[in-house]
């Protein structure tokens, strides 16, 4: 993942209603969810989810399908774990975080 995607992803999720619509699209994982689904849950109106939405998409952490007549978002896993693995890639110079049989990280 290059520096500007992953400033352009952290920037997307630095916003609290994107970050709780985000989360919300990882736990309902490869099935998503609809517009009215979202705001219902997350008690956000339809034009402010609409606005995070698009937010997220432009930052490529979220798809958008048609089906039918709905729109379906997901979480793009795929760009979540180029994310992560760019956050921590190099953690801790290259040794394992959480040794075998720990229960905390190291303090790197």
Do not use: W
């Amino acid at each position: 993942m290059e520096e500007n995607d992953v400033v352009r992803a952290l920037g997307a999720l630095a916003q609290p209603v994107r970050l709780r619509v985000f989360r919300a699209l990882v736990v309902a994982g490869p099935d998503g969810l609809t517009p009215g689904a979202l705001a219902e849950a997350l008690a956000v109106s339809a034009t402010g989810l609409s606005f995070h939405l698009k937010e997220l998409v432009n930052a490529s952490l979220v798809s958008q399908e048609r089906q039918g007549r709905n729109l379906i978002y997901r979480a793009s896993f795929d760009r979540m774990n180029g994310l992560l693995g760019y956050l921590t890639e190099n953690c801790c110079q290259g040794e394992p975080c959480l040794p075998a049989g720990a229960t905390q990280a190291c303090d790197c």
